[in-house]
């Protein structure tokens, strides 16, 4: 069975052909990153403009590269949320379009769902339920029992900032750049970990997260370094700001919380695995230390398959589908679209 994925929730025009769920046929990606460094992070308006330059041409090469014809496909799978609306509404209005033309049944799928199923793009798949997903990206930190293909139990989620923004916005306060993730882990190498012990918010009793208080705590040690010391964007901190050992401390703290609440989580419901997904599951500490924490193997994606792409979203789409899921003609953007139930 092969699905046309289509992923424009955020800053990637991506468009994937993905055989059975499993096997990547092709999986292009158009990143944004570039045209959003000079405002610091995304701009929504600017993002749904662009996909709609990119993503014509982005879905005839993903049909190019799979070297398939339109006749071969068997259906078309689309994020229709969580993102952005206006984003969100170039990819499902495609989808709609080339599912009307070619007679193909359509799916509308969950971003977050999408991130997790991309734990299914290699190597042997999971084999046996329930599943520990921890989903840490720009705009998510939850922590899901999946029981089964498309069942999942939300056990928490962030009360604040999401684990990605979180190193997005302090890489910024930094002088690091956009985005923020692979920066501070850059910066992170030369920096020692243990050079300022920065607050976790373990919020007691529950599977929250909670990262503003890390944010602002690593604004006030910043501003010990200098009276009145610029933070605008683009502006450099003087020299004697130690950023290396700001952006390793910084780091442990987040992957700290990530992974003791993981531990426990996997401790409490008894799972079988634990599935790391998100932007943030390409962070190399936080995957060395979850193996070493949790008492049950971890997978994770490829670093290009942890971030956003259409491989994932015909993923979940083909393991929707097999259950004989569709989506009609009134599918629409859900901008704040949740997954699964809550605890
Ligand atoms: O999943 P994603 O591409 O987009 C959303 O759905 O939000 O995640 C993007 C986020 C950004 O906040 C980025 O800074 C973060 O993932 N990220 C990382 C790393 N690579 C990307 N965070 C920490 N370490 C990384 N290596
Ligand atoms: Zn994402």
Request: proline share 6%; glycine share 10%; charged share 20%.
């Amino acid at each position: 069975m092969l699905i046309l994925g289509i992923e424009t929730s955020c800053d990637e025009t991506s468009a994937a052909v993905v055989r059975d769920g499993r096997f990547i046929l092709s999986n292009v990606v158009a990143s944004q990153i570039e045209i959003h460094r000079r405002y610091g992070g995304v701009f929504p308006e600017i993002a749904s403009r662009q996909h709609i330059l990119s993503i014509i041409p982005v879905i005839e090469e993903a049909i190019e590269k799979a070297q398939v014809t339109w006749d071969d496909l068997n259906g078309v799978a689309v994020t229709y949320g969580p993102g952005l609306a206006g984003s969100l509404l170039v990819g499902v209005n495609v989808a709609k379009a080339i599912a009307w033309a070619r007679g193909l049944p359509i799916i509308g799928i969950n971003h977050i769902e999408a991130h997790i199923y991309a734990n299914w793009l290699v190597g042997e798949p999971p084999s046996d339920f329930p599943l520990l997903c921890l989903v840490v990206s720009g705009g998510h930190t939850s922590l899901f029992v999946m029981r089964d293909h498309g069942e999942y139990e939300e056990l928490g989620h962030t009360l604040d900032d999401a684990a990605g923004e979180a190193f997005d916005k302090i890489a910024r306060l930094l002088g690091l750049g956009f985005p923020g993730g692979p920066a501070i882990e850059q910066e992170a190498k030369y920096g020692n970990p243990e050079a300022f012990n920065f607050p976790r918010a373990w919020l007691k009793g529950t599977y929250n997260f909670s990262f503003s208080g890390l944010k602002t705590a690593v604004l006030r040690e910043i501003q010990r370094y200098g009276e009145g010391i610029s933070l605008k964007p683009g502006v450099k901190l003087p020299s004697s700001v130690p950023v290396a050992d700001l952006a390793a401390s910084f780091q442990e703290a987040v992957v700290d919380v990530l992974v003791e609440k993981t531990r426990q989580a996997a401790l409490d419901y008894k799972v079988k695995e634990v599935l790391l997904a998100g932007g943030v599951a390409a962070n190399s500490l936080l995957r060395e230390r979850m193996k070493a924490a949790v008492p049950v193997p971890v997978r994770w994606p490829p670093p290009e398959l942890c971030t956003d792409n259409a491989a994932m979203v015909a993923a979940a789409g083909y393991f929707n589908m097999i259950k004989g899921l569709r989506s009609g003609w009134d599918l629409d953007v859900v901008p704040n679209l949740k997954l699964g139930t809550r605890r």
